[in-house]
């Protein structure tokens, strides 16, 4: 499967997280893209607090878990 159909599913495990209020918004100018997709090459953002990190990890391990990357 091409990678930017995998990286899809994850950016919009991450909206929905943002959505339900799970992560804080970034900057109140920027909008809630916290995925940058780059060849094979992904940077996550997120604001360095602990609950939001937990809730990254939970992300991440569900997303590993579904796709086997």
């Known amino acids: 499967m091409p990678f930017f159909l ?3 599913v994850l950016n919009s ?3 929905k997280a943002g959505n339900e209020g799970l992560l804080q918004p970034l900057s ?3 909008s809630g893209q ?3 997709l780059y060849a094979d090459d992904v940077a996550l953002f997120i604001k360095p607090l ?4 937990q809730i990254t990890r939970d992300i991440l391990k569900v997303f590993g878990d579904a796709s086997g990357l």
């Open 6 to 8: 995998v990286m899809d």
């Open 13 to 15: 495990l991450f909206v």
């Open 28 to 30: 109140p100018r920027v």
């Open 34 to 36: 916290r995925l940058s």
């Open 50 to 53: 602990e609950e939001e990190l």
